[in-house]
């Protein structure tokens, strides 16, 4: 069952960590998503803070065509690309974390009514990738 913040989507799986970003990279592969970066943040935390927290990443996701749409219509926007999906270990209920933020919420930001169709075509994929890995073996 997906889940919602002011800022996002999620979901909650009783899957391992590591099988479940890489089904996430798979589900965002097949709603046309390519991922741009990928941050490690407990990797990060444990070599620059020497501090060991739960696994957590972020996959920076981008769609080629809808963020060439959203770059015509603002230029700037590139300060909020791009869409970022996280997979998190929720050790106190032993289960994985994903979640997407909300392009809506963070395009609805630029306050560019040119804006609003693409953002709902990428949270309506985005929210496809969260129900692909609810529904997958």
Request: with cysteine.
């Amino acid at each position: 069952m997906t889940n919602a913040t002011t800022y996002g989507l999620s979901i909650s799986l009783d899957r391992p960590f590591d099988a479940t970003v890489e089904a996430t990279r798979a589900a965002l592969a097949a709603e046309g998503f390519g991922v741009l970066m990928e941050a490690d943040l407990r990797a990060t935390f444990r070599k620059k803070l020497n501090v060991d927290t739960p696994p957590y990443v972020i996959l920076g996701a981008c769609s080629p065509p809808h963020a060439l749409e959203a770059l015509q219509a603002d230029p700037d926007l590139g300060l909020l690309l791009p869409c970022n999906v996280i997979v998190r270990r929720d050790q106190a209920a032993g289960r994985t974390v994903v979640a997407a933020i909300d392009p809506v919420v963070v395009l609805g930001v630029a306050a560019n009514p040119a804006l609003h169709p693409v953002a709902l075509v990428i949270r309506e994929r985005l929210a496809r990738v969260l129900a692909a890995l609810e529904t997958a073996p």
